[in-house]
């Protein structure tokens, strides 16, 4: 078939590709297993005990945003501690900076059995310890 002025004869139909080579599988393999490597050590993450802490005070600080069940947040905080530390109790908690952290707790055990609702700031402030806690402090048992 020729086309054009020149009689140049052109191909119409491309042949197919090379097979891949052999190596390139290997490559796919490998990224593959990376991949389930990679997801795997985000699914441990994402369950570790301080980020599911972490997501349970977001939840509690919605819930302070929307003004439902502000009585139960001091305890809700308190629950939130012991899954972070994987305690029964949060007495034992054992934390780096001591003096503060039993400040902290007799403020938060203050709040769990009071009679009264506790004001929106005292609550922010709670909440921003809680984090800070949960952040910044390794599990100590003892």
Request: glycine share 2%; hydrophobic share 40%.
């Amino acid at each position: 078939m020729k086309h054009g002025m020149n009689n140049q004869t052109w191909i119409d139909i491309l042949p197919p590709p090379a097979p891949a080579e052999a190596a390139s599988w290997w490559v796919w393999i490998f990224i593959a297993a990376i991949m389930v490597v990679l997801s795997f050590v985000i699914y441990l993450w994402h369950n570790s005990p301080k980020q599911t802490a972490l997501r349970e005070l977001k939840s509690i600080r919605h819930s302070l945003v929307e003004n439902k069940d502000i009585k139960h947040i001091p305890l809700k905080i308190s629950h939130t501690l012991k899954l972070r530390f994987n305690v029964n109790n949060i007495n034992s908690i054992k934390v780096d900076n001591q003096p503060q952290w039993l400040d902290y707790k007799q403020q938060l055990t203050l709040l769990c059995f009071s009679k009264k609702t506790p004001n929106r700031n005292t609550l922010e402030t709670l909440l921003s310890d809680t984090q800070y806690w949960i952040k910044n402090q390794a599990a100590k048992h003892g």
